[in-house]
T-cell receptor
Framework: ETGVTQSPTHLIKTRGQQVTLRCSSQ?????VSWYQQALGQGPQFIFQ???????GRGNFPPRFSGLQFPNYSSELNVNALELDDSALYLC?????????????FGSGTRLTVV | AQSVTQPDIHITVSEGASLELRCNYS??????LFWYVQSPGQGLQLLLK??????LVQGIKGFEAEFKRSQSSFNLRKPSVHWSDAAEYFC???????????FGQGTELSVKP
C-alpha cells in the first residue's frame, strides 16, 4: 500500500504571499487532516476533511483553508503569510469507520516565511 | 479543555539501558491513546495505540505502553534502548474515532554509547 505523500518538501515564501501545500492520502483512506508543527513543539490540529467537506477545525484563522478532492487528495492554502506561519506542515490520512483506526502521516512540508 | 502533558523535554539514556517516557492526559472519558516517533526532518511514525481491552499494548521496534486509568497516564517503555532509538517522541490523544489528535510537546531522546 502507498503511504501519505506531501509536496513540496521545502518552500520559502515572503510575508504576505499565498502558499498551497499538497497531500496524497494513503490508498483506501477517506479522511485527511492537516497539522502545523512549529520548531520544538508538538503538532497542532488545523482542520480535517471527510467526504470533501471540512468536519473539524482547530484554532487557526480563516486564512488557513483547505480542499479535499474526490480521490481523497488534499490541499492546504494559507493566505497573507506571516512570519509565525514558518513551520512543518503535516498531512495525515485515515479511514473513518475502520476499527482500531490510526492516522498515517506524511513526511511534511517545511515552510519558511521571510 | 483536553490536554496532553509530557513532563520530560529531554532524556538521555545509555545504550542497552531501559527507557520510560511519561505521558499524562486530561480528558473526562477514556480517550484513544497513541505514541508516535519523529526523526529529525521527518514525519510521524506510529509506535503503538490503545483503544480498549488489555491495558498493556505492544508496538513496533520493541516498545510497549501501559494505560493506567487511575493516573490518566500512558507511559512508553522499552527494556533495552538502541542508538537508533534517538528521536523525538510524541504522545497523542484522540477524542473520538476519526477525530483530531491532541499532541504533547514531545520528549527528545538521546542515546549515549
Amino acid at each position: 500500500e502507498t503511504g501519505v505523500t506531501q509536496s513540496p518538501t521545502h518552500l520559502i515564501k515572503t510575508r504576505g504571499q499565498q502558499v498551497t501545500l499538497r497531500c496524497s492520502s494513503q490508498s483506501g483512506h477517506n479522511t485527511v487532516s492537516w497539522y502545523q508543527q512549529a520548531l520544538g513543539q508538538g503538532p497542532q490540529f488545523i482542520f480535517q476533511y471527510y467526504r470533501e467537506e471540512e468536519n473539524g477545525r482547530g484554532n487557526f484563522p480563516p486564512r488557513f483553508s483547505g480542499l479535499q478532492f474526490p480521490n481523497y487528495s488534499s490541499e492546504l492554502n494559507v493566505n497573507a503569510l506571516e512570519l509565525d506561519d514558518s513551520a512543518l506542515y503535516l498531512c495525515a490520512s485515515s479511514l473513518v469507520g475502520q476499527p482500531g483506526y490510526g492516522y498515517t502521516f506524511g513526511s511534511g512540508t517545511r515552510l519558511t516565511v521571510v | 479543555a483536553q490536554s496532553v502533558t509530557q513532563p520530560d523535554i529531554h532524556i538521555t539514556v545509555s545504550e542497552g539501558a531501559s527507557l520510560e517516557l511519561r505521558c499524562n492526559y486530561s480528558y473526562g472519558a477514556t480517550p484513544y491513546l497513541f505514541w508516535y516517533v519523529q526523526s529529525p526532518g521527518q514525519g510521524l511514525q506510529l509506535l503503538l495505540k490503545y483503544f480498549s481491552g488489555d491495558t498493556l499494548v505492544q508496538g513496533i521496534k520493541g516498545f510497549e505502553a501501559e494505560f493506567k486509568r487511575s493516573q490518566s497516564s500512558f507511559n512508553l517503555r522499552k527494556p533495552s534502548v538502541h542508538w537508533s532509538d534517538a528521536a523525538e517522541y510524541f504522545c497523542a490523544v484522540g477524542l473520538n474515532q476519526g477525530g483530531k489528535l491532541i499532541f504533547g510537546q514531545g520528549t527528545e531522546l538521546s542515546v549515549k554509547p
